[in-house]
């Protein structure tokens, strides 16, 4: 109770209540699971079913797994209409799903100018967690618009654990009664993923994430990875992991980072389930380049440094080719963490023409945005220019997502046009996939057919038996493919 009204009294009621309804209702409620059953699970032992649930009759296994929220995405309709909520049977196959058509093509603006013009800016709620009462946040950018296709979701998680702090066993207690998950155990416990990548990155300085996963990778043993290093998870056909925050009992620990959600494309959301680890301390190094400004005459030794960007997505697919063809990679994917010091501007480059899906968010600062047709500058990661050659006409400031439209332009121009703070943001930048999205909670496949087969497997326990999934899936491929006939 204490830390209910101690939230109530910190927190706006509105926001308090915004976070639970948001938590409750974007992640798909999973039943927690002691140490011992966890372990055994992670090997890959014994059946979910069983070892989630407990010893219970079919019919109650059954009963528990049986709705599912299913996201249906066409991006031939506006973008207002082209999400709908629909109640699907996890256990069967429904005789009459849902059309999803394909996002189709993405289009291209009539304007004619040099750099990316912006779709849309939206503000998003910071809602507060581990600790609430110290400030703890995650702001969850929800993605997946056909501007945006292949991202589904980016958090940005900010959060502090410390040994003194006599209200942490209370908000574990009150995520205990209330049902909120992952509140009580200070991270997320067990849970599934099917389906896409996803891009841990946790930010320089901070303390570490604790990993633990059914891959071989993480399997018999836990991993603690820390500031400077990410972890890529290719999900595929069905991982299940637990992540926690790193504690310690001698001092408080912080711990801020970005998690990133990419689809896969439909012939490689059933891949052989891979992590990698890329950035420090790993074989991997950051990709990582100074921001110039080229109004100075010289070589590099001589010009000044506006900012630096670290190529996460060059980092990645180096990785990636690195497994010798085992994992393909994604040649078209940049994830660019930039810092601008104030005043300093920068146009990155779209190698797909402008019909790459550019989504910008911004971390600390004010990011401004451009149109200037008399500027066309063409240019690399590392060019820059000052905020007064330019125009600026559009700012987004801290916390806030930017979505850039499909164009002509090949560039895109970000000023920091403040004139004492830096600009600190994250740069998605990808080819669309342009095919249909289902989504439930943690998985994330093509059609509601495939997300029935993915919970009906959770709950008979063949979520991780790879060979018998891709018998299903080839089951399934053939029934849809008689559905359209």
């Known amino acids: 109770m204490i830390p209910l009204l101690f939230l109530l009294f910190q927190v706006p009621v509105p926001t308090f209540i915004n976070a639970l309804t948001q938590t409750r209702s974007e992640w798909r409620s999973l039943p927690h699971i002691d140490k011992e059953r966890r372990d055994i699970l992670l090997t890959g032992g014994v059946s979910i079913a069983s070892t989630v649930l407990g010893p219970k009759t079919a019919s109650a296994t059954t009963t528990a797994t049986t709705t599912t929220t299913t996201t249906t995405t066409n991006n031939n309709n506006d973008d207002n209409n082209n999400k709908s909520m629909k109640q699907e049977d996890a ?7 849902p059309s999803i058509a394909g996002f189709g093509e993405t289009g291209s603006s009539n304007k004619s100018q040099p750099y990316r013009s912006i779709s ?3 503000s998003n709620i910071a809602i507060p967690v581990w600790p609430t009462w110290g400030g703890g946040k995650v702001v969850p950018v929800s993605l997946g618009g056909k501007m945006q296709d292949p991202f589904l979701l ?3 998680h900010d959060h502090w654990f410390d040994p003194k702090d006599p209200l942490r066993e209370p908000f574990k207690g009150f995520g205990k009664i209330t049902g909120l998950p992952y509140i009580d155990v200070e991270g997320f416990s067990l849970h599934p993923h099917r389906g896409f990548d996803i891009l841990t990155y946790i930010l320089d300085g901070s303390d570490g994430f604790k990993h633990k996963d059914s891959t071989m990778a993480t399997k018999d043993t836990s991993k603690v990875y820390r500031g400077g290093c990410a ?9 299940l992991h637990e992540e926690f925050w790193e504690t310690r009992d001698d001092r408080r620990t912080n711990i801020e980072l970005f998690q990133l959600w990419i689809n896969l494309p439909a012939k490689q959301k059933f891949d052989t389930p891979a992590i990698k680890y890329i950035g420090k301390e790993t074989d991997f190094p950051w990709e990582e380049q100074n921001i110039y400004d080229p109004t100075a005459i010289g070589n590099n030794s001589n010009r000044i440094v506006v900012g630096k960007v670290r190529n996460i997505g060059a980092t990645l697919n180096k990785a990636i080719q690195e497994s010798g063809g085992v994992i393909k ?11 601008l010091n104030p005043g300093a501007r920068w146009i990155v480059p779209d190698a797909k023409n402008g019909k790459s899906s550019a989504v910008l968010y911004v971390r600390k600062g004010v990011a401004s945005f451009d149109d200037d047709d008399s500027n066309s500058v063409a240019a690399t990661y590392s060019s820059a220019q000052t905020v007064d050659e330019v125009q600026v ?20 121009a ?30 994330v496949m093509n059609t ?22 891709l018998h299903q899936q080839a089951r399934t491929s053939k029934f849809q493919r008689q559905q359209v006939l």
């Open 414 to 443: 970000i000023s920091n046009c403040q004139k004492d703070k830096v600009l600190d943001i994250l740069l998605l930048i990808d080819e669309p996939l342009n095919e249909p999205v289902a989504q439930s909670g943690p998985i």
């Open 448 to 469: 509601p057919y495939e997300l029935n087969d993915a919970y009906r497997q959770l709950s008979d326990g063949t979520f991780l038996d790879r060979d018998r999934v």
């Open 91 to 97: 256990t069967t196959i429904s005789p009459s799903p």
């Open 120 to 122: 849309s800016i939206e």
């Open 393 to 412: 006409t559009t700012t987004a400031k801290a916390h806030q997502s930017v979505t850039f439209a499909p164009d002509k332009s090949e560039l895109i």
């Open 329 to 339: 990679e994604r040649t078209s994917l940049q994830i660019l963490h930039a810092t």
């Open 231 to 239: 972890q890529w998870m290719r999900t595929g056909s069905g991982v």
């Open 154 to 156: 980016l958090a940005h």
